[in-house]
């Protein structure tokens, strides 16, 4: 399960927080939760192709930096509340079996990824024999891991992120039925291919469906999660902070250096549950001029992180985002 830190180690982050707060974190008096760790078992598929690993034929990145780094930023913009931790490391020297039983070898693989195309379909990973091999699910009913990552080649097979266990939900997939499972838990997919940004990104696509799921009923005007995510292009002149795709002034997917200005009440984010602050005109300068990492770590650090409830719903939207069993 997921603990708590030590005494010693909550009293570093309050020092920090008052000594060195960032910009992100509210000036107001709202007191920030208990931090929480989160035990991962990270899998990285890492197989060897003429001699040496993927990796390292094809100049990609290397996936336990990623994994650091991805780490370092979840723990900054969730202002210090989402503590991931590797509690055990899994490296497989082979091409994970597609649900329909084929497997790439190194010179099939390579030879479609240098062509780039003709990858085979469907290109669906076999997610029961995953968690097999590692014997993940007993890992998550004993409480040793509290959710997997895997890190692995493109085409791969795998979703952005997927959800298993009782009463699993959408999380930018469907969810993984009849694991047997004691308890919730997700699934990450990331590509070693890409960087940091698009792991964010990945993450972020979860965030938005546990979140939608959070706030599923209650209408507008009374739904925050549908007041956070508006922008201009569905918003005229009520854009706040936007989705992970749209920024405030997005007129396109991924469209995060617009440097069109518009209002946009995101820094009313800031101060949360106080939501009065006026509109100001901003632009790409605000969230990272295009940067996808800087942009997602601007979105990421606006999510409502205090105590406190309303509704029946936490103020601290991480509580539901790190722990899917939270969300009724």
């Not at 590509?191 to 209408?219: D, Q």
């Not at 250096?257 to 632009?283: H, I, Y």
Request: with cysteine.
């Amino acid at each position: 399960m997921m603990d708590r830190p030590t005494l010693g180690r909550r009293i570093g982050l309050w020092l920090r927080r008052v000594f060195g707060r960032s910009a992100a974190e509210p000036a107001g008096p709202a007191r920030l939760p208990d931090p929480v760790t989160v035990r991962v078992s990270l899998v990285i598929y890492d197989p060897r192709v003429n001699g040496q690993k993927l990796t390292r034929a094809l100049g990609w990145n290397d996936p336990d930096r990623l994994a650091a780094a991805l780490i370092d930023d979840l723990r900054e913009v969730s202002h210090g509340y989402a503590n991931y931790q590797v509690a055990e490391r899994i490296e497989i020297d082979a091409f994970p079996v597609k649900k329909d039983g084929f497997q790439y070898t190194a010179e099939d693989y390579l030879s479609r990824i240098r062509a780039g195309q003709g990858f085979h379909q469907p290109d669906a990973v076999d997610y029961e024999r995953v968690l097999a091999e590692s014997s993940l699910v007993e890992k998550i009913n004993s409480g040793a891991i509290d959710e997997v990552w895997t890190i692995s080649f493109p085409w791969a097979g795998f979703y952005e992120s997927r959800m298993a266990g009782p009463g699993a939900f959408w999380c930018n997939a469907p969810p993984l039925e009849g694991t047997g499972a004691n308890r919730r838990f997700v699934i990450m997919a990331f590509n070693y291919e890409r960087g940091v940004g698009e792991m964010l990104e990945s993450y972020g696509h979860r965030a938005e469906s546990i979140l939608g799921h959070v706030f599923r009923n209650i209408p507008e005007p009374d739904n925050l999660w549908k007041r956070f995510t508006r922008h201009e292009k569905t918003h005229p002149g009520q854009a706040e902070v936007g989705n992970i795709h749209f920024a405030p002034n997005s007129r396109r997917d991924y469209d995060w250096g617009n440097n069109t200005p518009v209002l946009t009440r995101f820094n009313a984010w800031r101060n949360f549950p106080d939501l009065s602050g006026e509109p100001v005109r901003a632009e790409s300068r605000a969230w990272g001029q295009g940067d996808i990492r800087e942009h997602h770590r601007w979105w990421f650090s606006l999510l409502p992180h205090v105590a406190g409830s309303s509704n029946g719903i936490s103020h601290n939207w991480w509580e539901y985002i790190v722990d899917p069993n939270r969300v009724q």
